[in-house]
Structure formats: C-alpha cells, structure tokens
C-alpha cells in the first residue's frame, strides 16, 4: 500500500476483504482526522460487491486532501470518478457518490430503504448536529433518517480528548440507537504498518454491522 507516513498522494490498495453479499449502505466522511479510516472502509464496501452512497462534507474534502494528498471535487459526478482513479483495483459499480448540499438525492428520504449508514470518521459537529436533530446538510439528514428509521447507524468518532458536551451528544446518540465505535485501535495483534492500525479499526465496524470477513485480526485466534 506505501501509506506511511509521510504526505503527498497515497496508494490505496486494500487488504481487508469482506466476502461477497450485495447490501446497501450510506458512508459518510466528515471533518475529522482519520480520512484514511473512511477511505479504506469504502473500498472494503465497494471489493465485498455493496451498493455504496457516499458522500463527503466539505471538511471531510479539506482533511481528506491533507492527509492524504486525494482531492475530492464538490459534485457526486466528479466525486465517483476521482475515487474510481484512486482506488485500483475496486470497482466503483456500485457506488454513488453526492454533493454535501443535494437534499434531493435519495438517501435524503426515509423512503429509499438502506441497511445502515457509517459515518466514518465523524466530526464532533457532525455528532451534534445528530444529537439535536439539526439536518443542514444531506449527511445530517441521512444520519436523521437513519435514527427515526432505526437503521444502524455506526459513528466513528477520532476526537480526544472529549469534552463533558462531546460525551453528552455521544450518549444521546447511544440511546438513539446509534452504534458509536470510536477509532481506538489495539496492539494486540502487533501491527508492523500503518495499514495495519487503520484495518483493525475497520474489521471493527465491520463486526457492528455484522458483515463476515476474512483475515480479521482477533484475539486469541492466530
């Protein structure tokens, strides 16, 4: 992969394999350090075969390109085709890709059925937005939506340290159904990358929706 940890444009081949069974799900990247978590959690969606609705917020864009030297445009058309060229190897059939903006796509809509949304890595105005029912953009509706629809919805807070505010939204989210996975990976299975840190982290929202995956790290499994 040669992620490393120096800057500039990235290689994101994946490793990580979830096995083939075609769902439907909404990813969302937002302004939050961690851009590489919501990059290879998509492609991972994307190799195991799923219909994928991606949309990043602005932030997310602005962190994105400076974590990783990958330049999203604003539109969904210019979005799905920079991430076509960026990730080799997956195919981008099934995914979708909006503007931050477009409350007319379809998962701004209770009525276009989903089997989850993952924000991934979730700003903690992002998780605010959620805990007050505040939909300013198509990713805070679609989290909206999610809740009231009781879909999974899996936030993936990278934030530390948190605030008393920071906890309080999050618990709110919890007790609103909300799956909250914040990015702590472990080290007990002796990562040498740092590929192997951002899998980790990935297998384990994978394991909260309950999709099947190959060659997870696991504790006490070799």
């Given at each position: 992969m040669g992620l490393g940890f120096c800057t500039g444009q990235r290689d994101f081949g994946s490793t990580v394999k979830v096995m083939k069974g075609k769902r439907r799900y909404v990813v969302a990247l937002t302004g939050a350090s961690g851009a590489l978590y919501g990059i290879e959690f998509l492609k991972v969606l994307l190799s195991g075969g799923h219909e994928v609705h991606f949309a990043a917020s602005k932030a997310g864009r602005s962190v994105l390109a400076h974590e990783t030297g990958l330049t999203l445009p604003a539109d969904g058309k210019g979005i799905r085709e920079a991430l076509g060229r960026h990730l080799p190897g997956v195919s981008t059939?099934?995914?979708?890709?909006?503007?931050?903006?477009?409350?007319?796509?379809?998962?701004?809509?209770?009525s276009f059925r989903l089997d989850g949304m993952i924000l991934i890595p979730c700003s903690m105005k992002t998780v605010s937005s959620l805990a007050h029912g505040a939909s300013g953009n198509l990713i805070e509706r679609a989290g909206d939506i999610a809740l009231k629809e009781k879909w999974p919805l899996v936030v993936v807070p990278r934030e530390t340290p948190l605030s008393e505010i920071h906890l309080s939204n999050l618990l709110t989210l919890a007790r609103a159904g909300a799956r909250i996975v914040p990015a702590m990976p472990g080290f007990y299975h002796r990562p040498a990358r740092i590929e192997d840190v951002i899998q980790f982290v990935v297998a384990r929202v994978l394991d909260v929706l309950g999709l099947p995956l190959k060659d997870a790290q696991r504790w006490g499994m070799p």
């Open positions: 059939e099934t995914l979708h890709a909006y503007a931050e903006d477009d409350l007319f796509a379809p998962i701004a809509s209770g």
